[in-house]
């Protein structure tokens, strides 16, 4: 037992060791010609200006964090490849949409002291333990797809101050879906289905209680695991509730299996169901076949009237560049935080004469939270205090045409609320 | 070893081929390869990654490499030509696998596949096309192929002191300039700038970073090649005493290294070796069920759930608080707590599961892990557990003033636990209770003959084994700060599983190895995202087929599958059948 | 020692008959508690046993090349549920143009075959080469490395496919005559249904035709009983290990094609639940036992199907039907308490162990 004893005071000794480095060590806070709080990072000239990502690019959720992650690249091509005079470039993390994935991807990223800002995550689990991290180290983040309220909710607490948000929160989404299902569409009997997922959960528990304040029932309140493929038992239970409507901001899987499987069941096929932008796009075109006729989604408005002229020219180059349209619905967010992290690294970056460029990242992060009226493609972004920088430009969609190819926000799926801007 | 009888054989029947089969079969290894990187999609992965910048890609060097491996093969696997005909063989069998990657070319270039195939893109024919019109890429692809595969019998056939420095040399070159990247991560001092500046980009290694790799390796090789015998010879005609005291003090030099490394290579290594620790941690204690019991688990993680959600519920300051005393316990207090829960769910585990045996036991305990991620997960239980918007903020742990809150001081913890752990493990494997797992593991029958209490000693494997589960879980949770039930998934128990095995299955050492393989090997092999899993499936078939008894065994188990061989063999040579 | 061994024994059965009684108190209960609810009509409760067949009748067909491969070899092949995958994805390819020509619909079964066939040989393929590569070398060496290397083959498979085929989503085609509603006795079903569970069992069927009359049928019984015997009567293992990973392989791809016609997609990461679940139908009905390898399959689908409206819909739990696996996996478990060996598994349990 001696070997084991020694390394055991060995490792102790370690510890303290550490414990020592980490309380000396500081920031240099002057660096060329620029002072920061926090740091400076410094770009030679020629060398790239380094913008990290971290979103969930493998395992079932691929779809979700690829597409945002496109939308970033899309928008640095849009850019020309070139910030302040240096090329962009990209290092990609992967997050897996769960935490340790997250924790992980933004300790590699913060070991990284040439990483200017961070995009990430689209899963709320992951960006919880991962912007933390990247703060320490001195990297603000834009959580691209990841709408879980606690993120910016008033209570976050100084480890999250480097954190900006470009998606709405769950908190607004499913009050608007409430509103609307109430009060335009005179729904009373609502029943809610989630896969288990922390999005979709926190979506229907939001509509659930906004909508029982404003009268209505919630009659069925069901959940399915996120690989389940047979839907029908629980949609017969639902139809023995008889609801008006179905509200079910499930992922794509779900979500189709939910659209193809309503129809065989008796009672139900009057009954109108409404999902989310989490299932946008064309993959659940393809996954829903013809059934998809009729089927509404709620999300932010996604069309040129309502997000400005970009989106269209973003989606043909999005083509472009991956051979393929936009296969889910948070690409416009990836590429607008890349355009407010660029708008922030333009308004504060300080370029030598010798093409020497430095970014203080105290400066920056105070910018990026200071973005008002972007014109981004989502929508104009301004952000408040606590980062949380959405649009909230709420509307109800409706497919009319099962066909993949004819994918056009706007006109399919179809805008029915609201009808104006 | 039967594996070693079989892969005999086959070399035995190679032997009897005709040279010409054999020639295709190289190639068609070859170009199989090459054209399934292709259609699997890796090459668009690789095309963007720099071995050397902006003039070798790692796609251009798994081309070349897979190219002069079968060069080198064939030449190996004629022994009967002259020398100066295997490197012609070489030749042939380059430009067999040219002949795979230009139909290729010429399907893609004719029809469009993409549809069915999405990774043959267009930019993936403009790479391997080189901007030439197809036919005369065909033509290039073959030439250059027959050349790298004569090359590749060439390196093989030159002399020693050639061959090896060559190769050491371009394989350095090349794991530099693959880990490039994280090289330059753990090279973040001012001091060590220079050599970064001189070495890397951060697109890659720059060309004269990678000669001075490729010499530096050929140099030192070389060295060894010449003086290697005879260091060593002076070495063993040294007294046994102080050939013993230069192996622990290299022994000690290895371990202050490996302590000093996280510190000094920083938090992400840090992170990378505390998941590599955490996954030790359980890999032991399912060591203590599957290795020396003989109990087959893939229901592990929930043990490591366990673990995990009683810390959070018992620490972590939110609406699931659960309070023993007037404040939330600190994570050192409910530490034993969460053991201790872990070692009641093993329990659990283990009475019902108790008279079930083998493969059956694999799938009622898979059952049982999937049971408890289902609970954890579900509306019925989140008013408990946080369903799946999980606990947060769980408190980090202090010693004294000082907050763990860095991956360098839980790596450090999770280093202090594992070896406390393994410490626990190896007295158990020796004890009288360890012997009586092994005796149940080898015939639970004569085991109870023998009389040893079936009952109690799995049911210790069960509980024993979920202990350390739950200390892996403890940290975990604070590592987090914040868990989610996704984090809990039946893929955790296959890989604890799959390391513990591919390791070695029984030994101590072996788990190490097997984590660092399975789980600190991927990690650092993050940005290749899905292709990760592609290469860690890769990794597992071919480890058990090179190494079915693990990277480093147990003695007991190597003796043991070593008569079992030969009493097989035994057989087969009396029997005569091939079976 | 035998003293205290009884009542070492003792308090062992007493949790276990505790466990027993508290499960079966509870779905007592809960069918109690449904029953009084009145949510449900006969029809409804009908289609959900349909639909649970359906499921099961795929379930079972996976289940049986697991079984198969177990009573041959006694190992597990950890890598059907992607052999399953591997087979539907491919049709796909197949089923997509044929439909789209107008063939589909105009000869429905000829269309339908060719489409298996696809998927049959793709099944089959894979199968084999996954036998070669895990299988075949660790044939005489009892050593958990064949299940770590399917394992492995299990996630190469997936991600290979993955990369060859694209991880989107691929939807099979929509057939009239699979959409259209067929009523018996004055329930009315989807007629999908009805083709998955009579194909399945047609299947079946087959299999069991050859297992038991034909010649290789013989040899395979013959080596599940004991190899080395077998050998020295002069059948050809290999012959006979390579005809029961066939056999598994194109009742996996049977299996993939009604998959894929009831629930209409496929990709990458499909095989994995339905392989877990067949598995688990494999062991509930006694690995190595074809018939209650079917068995297990159809009994896991229905009580899937059923079992959150009926057992915890009556008990008033929160989304029910978010528990399914819960209820597939206590069965399971549950099962395995009364009878260790499986619903009909006998000798290979204690052979094994």
Redo the contacts between chains.
């Keep these: 037992?001696k070997p084991?004893f020694l390394?055991?005071s060995?490792?102790?000794a370690?510890?303290v060791?550490?414990?020592a480095?980490?309380s000396s060590a500081a920031w240099a806070v002057k660096v060329g010609p620029v002072e920061d709080p926090i740091r400076v990072v410094k770009i030679p000239k020629g060398?790239?200006i380094?913008i990290a990502t971290y979103h969930v690019?493998?395992?079932?959720d691929?779809?979700l964090g690829?597409d945002t992650q496109r939308g970033a690249v899309v928008a640095a091509d849009d850019l020309g490849n070139t910030l302040v005079g240096h090329p962009i470039?990209f290092?990609?993390?992967?997050d897996g949409?769960?935490?340790?994935g997250g924790?992980?991807?933004a300790?590699?990223i913060?070991?990284?002291?040439?990483v200017v800002a961070a995009l990430g995550g689209a899963c709320s689990?992951a960006t919880?333990?991962a912007a933390?991290i990247l703060w320490k180290?001195g990297i603000p983040d834009v959580a691209t797809a990841a709408s879980?309220p606690?993120l910016t909710a008033p209570d976050r607490g100084p480890s999250y101050d480097g954190l900006v948000r470009i998606v709405y929160n769950d908190l607004w989404a499913g009050r608007e879906v409430a509103n609307w299902a109430y009060k335009v569409r005179g729904y009373k009997k609502a029943a809610t289905i989630h896969d288990?997922?922390?999005y979709a959960?926190?979506l229907v528990r939001v509509f659930q209680e906004n909508f029982k304040k404003l009268g209505g029932e919630v009659v069925s309140?069901?959940?399915?695991?996120p690989?389940?493929?047979?839907m029908?038992?629980?949609l017969?239970?639902i139809?023995?509730a008889k609801p008006d409507f179905i509200y079910a901001p499930t992922f794509?899987?779900v979500t189709?299996?939910l659209i193809?499987q309503k129809k065989?069941i008796?009672g139900l096929e009057k009954v109108a169901l409404v999902g989310s932008d989490a299932s946008m796009g064309a993959?659940l075109m393809?996954?829903?076949?013809?059934d998809l006729l009729g089927f509404e989604i709620s999300t932010t408005a996604m069309e040129p009237e309502a997000q400005g002229p970009g989106y269209k020219a973003m989606r043909e180059k999005y083509k472009k560049l991956f051979?393929e349209y936009p296969?889910q619905g948070f690409h416009g967010n990836g590429y607008d935080a890349m355009m407010l992290v660029a708008n922030a690294i333009k308004k504060v970056a300080v370029t030598e004469k010798d093409g020497t460029t430095y970014i203080p990242i105290k400066a920056l992060r105070d910018a990026m939270f200071a973005t008002k009226n972007m014109q981004g493609v989502t929508g104009k972004i301004t952000c408040d205090q606590y980062g949380d920088c959405g649009v909230y430009n709420f509307a109800i969609y409706q497919y009319t045409n099962p066909d993949p190819k004819t994918l056009e926000p706007g006109k399919n799926p179809k805008r029915i609320y609201p009808e104006k801007f | 070893m039967s594996f070693e009888i079989i892969a005999s054989s086959f070399q035995h029947k190679d032997i009897e081929q005709s040279q010409l089969r054999r020639t295709l079969k190289c190639g068609a290894i070859g170009g199989g390869t090459v054209v399934a990187l292709c259609v699997f999609g890796l090459i668009n992965q690789f095309m963007e990654r720099w071995i050397i910048e902006n003039l070798l890609s790692l796609a251009h060097a798994a081309f070349i490499g897979i190219t002069l491996t079968v060069g080198a093969l064939i030449a190996i696997r004629s022994p009967k030509l002259s020398p100066a005909a295997r490197i012609f063989q070489g030749f042939l069998v380059g430009m067999v696998s040219g002949v795979f990657l230009s139909i290729l070319i010429l399907i893609m270039a004719t029809f469009d596949i993409?549809n069915m195939f999405?990774s043959l893109?267009p930019k993936l024919l403009m790479f391997l096309s080189y901007g030439f019109d197809p036919y005369t890429a065909c033509a290039v692809t073959i030439i250059v192929g027959g050349v790298l595969g004569l090359i590749g019998a060439a390196i093989r056939e030159s002399p020693p002191w050639l061959r090896k420095p060559l190769i050491t040399g371009l394989a350095t070159a090349f794991f530099i300039g693959l880990f490039a990247?994280l090289l330059?991560?753990a090279m973040?001092y001012e001091t060590v700038d220079p050599i970064r500046d001189y070495m890397f980009?951060?697109?890659g290694q720059t060309l004269t970073g990678a000669i001075t790799m490729f010499v530096l390796g050929f140099v030192l090789s070389l060295f060894w090649v010449m003086r290697g015998k005879q260091v060593m010879a002076n070495h063993r005609a040294k007294s046994h005493a102080s050939q013993r005291s230069i192996r622990y003090f290299l022994y000690a030099i290895a371990?202050?290294l490996f302590?000093?490394f996280p510190?000094a290579a920083?938090?992400?290594?840090?992170?990378?070796l505390m998941?590599v620790g955490l996954y030790v941690l359980m890999g032991m204690g399912l060591n203590l069920e599957v290795g020396l019991a003989g109990l087959l688990d893939l229901g592990f993680v929930a043990f490591f759930a366990t673990g995990a959600y009683t810390i959070a519920l018992f620490t972590a300051d939110n609406e699931h608080l659960i309070l023993l005393i007037d404040r939330p316990l600190t994570w050192w207090e409910a530490l034993p707590l969460a053991m201790f829960a872990s070692l009641m769910m093993g329990l659990a585990f283990g009475i019902p599961v108790l008279k079930v045996r083998g493969d059956y036991l694999a799938v009622a305990t898979m059952g049982l892990g999937e049971i408890i991620r289902?609970v954890v997960?579900?509306?019925m239980a989140s008013p408990l557990l946080g369903?799946?918007?999980?606990l947060?903020h769980i408190p980090r742990p202090w010693?004294g003033d000082?907050e763990l809150n860095?991956?360098?001081?839980l790596f450090?913890?999770t280093?202090?636990s594992s070896?406390?752990a393994?410490?626990f493990a190896w007295a158990l494997e020796n004890s009288r209770l360890g012997r009586a797992w092994m005796a149940i593991r080898e015939d639970e029958d004569v085991g109870q003959a023998l009389g040893i209490n079936l009952v109690n000693v799995k049911l210790l494997a069960y509980g024993l084994g979920a202990w350390f589960a739950g200390l892996a879980g403890a940290i975990?949770a604070v590592?987090?700060?914040?868990?989610?039930?996704?984090?809990f998934q039946l893929l955790i128990s296959i890989n604890i599983l799959a390391l513990i095995i591919v390791g070695g299955i029984g030994s101590l050492p072996g788990v190490v190895v097997g984590a660092l393989m399975l789980i600190g090997t991927p990690?650092l092999l993050?940005?290749f995202?899905?292709y990760?899993?592609l290469a860690y499936g890769f990794v597992l078939i071919v480890m058990m087929r090179v190494k079915p008894l693990g990277l480093w065994p147990s003695a007991v188990r190597k003796r043991e599958l070593a008569a079992a061989a030969e009493a097989e063999a035994q057989m087969r040579a009396t029997s005569g059948q091939k079976a | 020692m035998n003293l205290e061994r009884l009542k070492q024994v003792t308090y062992v059965d007493v949790t276990l008959w505790l466990m027993r009684a508290i499960i079966i108190l509870l779905v007592i209960a809960g069918t109690i508690g449904t029953v009084i609810k009145d949510?449900?009509t006969t029809?409804?409760w009908v289609?959900?046993v349909m639909?649970g067949l359906t499921?099961g009748g795929i379930y079972a067909l996976i289940a049986l090349g697991y079984t198969m491969v177990y009573g041959i070899l006694r190992l597990i092949n950890f890598a059907h549920g992607d052999i399953f995958m591997t087979g539907a994805f491919t049709a796909y390819f197949v089923a997509a143009p044929l439909a789209k020509s107008g063939f589909l619909d105009e000869y429905l079964i000829v269309g339908m075959i060719i489409i298996s066939l696809v998927a049959m040989t793709v099944c089959s393929c894979i199968a084999l080469i996954v036998e070669r590569i895990c299988y075949r070398p660790f044939r005489s060496v009892r050593s958990l490395a064949p299940l770590i290397c399917a394992i492995g083959a299990s996630f190469f498979l997936q991600h290979a496919f993955r990369g060859m085929y694209g991880?989107?989503?691929?939807?099979y085609p929509?057939v009239k005559f699979f959409d259209t509603v067929v009523s018996i006795m004055g329930f009315?079903f989807?007629r999908i249904q009805f083709v998955v569970v009579i194909a399945a069992l047609a299947a079946m069927y087959t299999l069991y035709l050859i297992v038991n009359k034909t010649k290789m049928g013989t040899a395979m019984r013959a080596v599940s009983e004991d190899r080395d015997a077998a050998a020295l009567m002069g059948i050809d293992v290999n012959k006979v290990i390579i005809f029961t990973f066939i056999l598994g392989g194109s009742m996996a791809g049977i299996g993939g094609v009604l998959y894929a016609f009831v629930?209409?997609?496929v990709y990458f990461?499909m095989g994995?639940?339905p392989g877990i679940k067949a598995f688990s139908a494999a062991v509930l009905g006694g690995i190595g036992n074809v018939p209650g390898a079917m068995l297990g399959g159809f009994f896991l689908g229905v009580v899937?199907?059923?079992g959150?409206?009926l057992f915890l819909?009556g008990l008033g739990i929160?989304?029910?039907?978010?528990l399914?696996?819960l209820i597939a996996f206590t069965m399971l478990v549950m099962v395995l308490i009364f009878r260790p060996q499986g619903i009909l598994g006998e000798r290979l349990a204690r052979q094994r162990a």
């Design positions: 037992m084991s390394l055991k060995l490792a102790a370690s510890i060791a550490v414990g480095l980490a060398a790239p380094v690019i493998s395992g079932a691929t779809a690829l470039k290092m990609h993390e992967d949409c769960n935490a340790e924790q992980t991807a300790t590699k913060a070991a990284n002291q040439q689990s919880r333990p933390p180290a879980s606690v288990g997922s922390p959960e926190k309140d069901e959940a399915v695991a690989n389940d493929t047979d029908r038992p629980v017969t239970k139809a023995t794509v899987g189709s299996y193809r065989e008796p993959q393809e996954a829903s076949g013809k051979g296969i | 993409r999405v893109s990247e330059q991560l973040q980009t951060w697109e371990i202050v302590l000093l510190m920083g938090s992400f290594f840090g992170q990378v998941l289902v997960l579900s509306d369903g799946s918007q999980g947060l010693i000082f860095d991956p360098i001081h450090y913890l280093l202090i070896i406390i393994a410490y975990f590592m987090l700060g914040s868990i989610f039930p996704h984090s990690e993050r940005e995202g899905e990760r899993f | 949510r449900y029809e409804q289609s959900m639909f499921i991880s989107s989503v691929r939807a929509d009315n989807p629930f209409k997609q990461f994995f639940f899937e199907s059923l959150p409206a819909d929160v989304a029910p039907y978010q399914r696996d």
